[in-house]
């Protein structure tokens, strides 16, 4: 499962369906829906190519305005047009909201190619460099996902409390992303799961994915059994029954993800390729050991419970608590 935005390029607009993805910066049209040249669309002439963690798109690069809303327009943005792509089914590319600097090396030389709300803030229609990033939890097949991007500022009408702020991690790779360190417990006890490291908030991951040594410790924690046909964790009713919490602990603040947060919704397990009637959890393996400098990806699954914030302006990332936070929807 994947969030989605409808973005308008050229003028007139062309609607796109692009994947929001913060852990990744170029902004790029073409997979699905090919792209229609308009007045405002002018070609570089340059080459442009990104690789991701489950596809790729290469082609070339034009600029052309971007339209979120009437009033949220980009003039000139560059935009990749993909002569081919592989890795996104249903979807017409991806709208990239990483830091500026995941950008270097994707088109030409090493220069960085300004993102969306570097655009934004430099036409003046935000005055703070920052996107808030709300979801709410999808429950069956059949629901449209529901979200909201807000640029230059947050919307306080969805969110619970304040929203806590950590500085950019300082630890690389993770410092390249939209990076924070933080430390995972279970249950009332606070058992350790992954001791205090490096890691990404990416809204372009599905599920949470720790280091295979957190990962482990988990699955043992749970009593989790490995399914053949997705590969993801599974238990019975009875372990559900007795899951417990997980908690990350980030910047002095816990952040609890519940018992039915951590399992896929049920409506939804066909999408997985899984049985209707198992209880998968959303907790996955990374396929590194802990201490590379990026030892875990707070996925959708975790972000889809919490408000969150990426503010270049301040290099700090922020969560807040929403009304789903606690939800019983899975």
Do not use: C, H
Not at 4 to 20: C, E, K, M
Not at 89 to 112: F, Y
């Amino acid at each position: 499962m994947i969030y989605t935005a409808s973005i308008g390029v050229g003028n007139p607009p062309t609607d796109y369906t692009l994947v929001i993805d913060t852990g990744s910066s170029n902004t790029w049209v073409g997979a699905g829906k090919k792209y229609k040249q308009t007045s405002t669309g002018k070609a570089t002439d340059r080459d442009v190519s990104v690789s991701y963690g489950s596809g790729w798109f290469e082609g070339t690069e034009f600029t052309d305005q971007v339209t979120f809303s009437p009033s949220l327009v980009i003039k000139s943005q560059s935009i990749g047009v993909a002569s081919s792509a592989r890795g996104f089914k249903d979807v017409d590319g991806i709208l990239g909201i990483g830091p500026v600097d995941l950008t270097e090396g994707t088109i030409g030389g090493r220069t960085p190619i300004p993102t969306v709300t570097d655009n934004l803030l430099r036409q003046g229609t935000i005055t703070t460099e920052s996107i808030g990033i709300f979801y709410q939890p999808s429950t069956s097949a059949d629901a449209v996902a529901d979200g909201e991007l807000t640029f230059g500022r947050i919307d306080s009408s969805k969110i619970i409390g304040d929203v806590n702020y950590v500085p950019i991690t300082s630890t690389s790779p993770a410092s390249g992303y939209w990076g924070i360190d933080q430390d995972i417990t279970y249950g009332s006890s606070g058992e350790s799961i992954l001791n205090l490291t490096a890691g990404i908030v990416d809204t372009g991951s599905t599920l949470i994915l720790l280091a295979t040594d957190a990962f482990q410790k988990y699955q043992q924690i749970t009593g989790a059994t490995r399914d053949e046909t997705t590969g993801l964790l599974t238990i019975t009713a009875s372990q559900y029954e007795n899951l417990q919490s997980l908690y990350f602990n980030i910047g002095g603040n816990s952040y609890e993800l519940t018992p039915n947060a951590q399992i896929w919704p049920r409506s939804l397990n066909a999408q997985l390729g899984g049985d209707e009637n198992s209880i998968i959890l959303v907790v996955t393996d990374l396929g590194s050991p802990s201490g590379r400098g990026l030892d875990f990806i707070n996925g959708f699954a975790f972000l889809q419970r919490y408000y969150s914030v990426y503010d270049v302006t301040n290099s700090q990332v922020g969560l807040a608590a929403t009304p789903f936070t606690n939800a019983e929807t899975n």
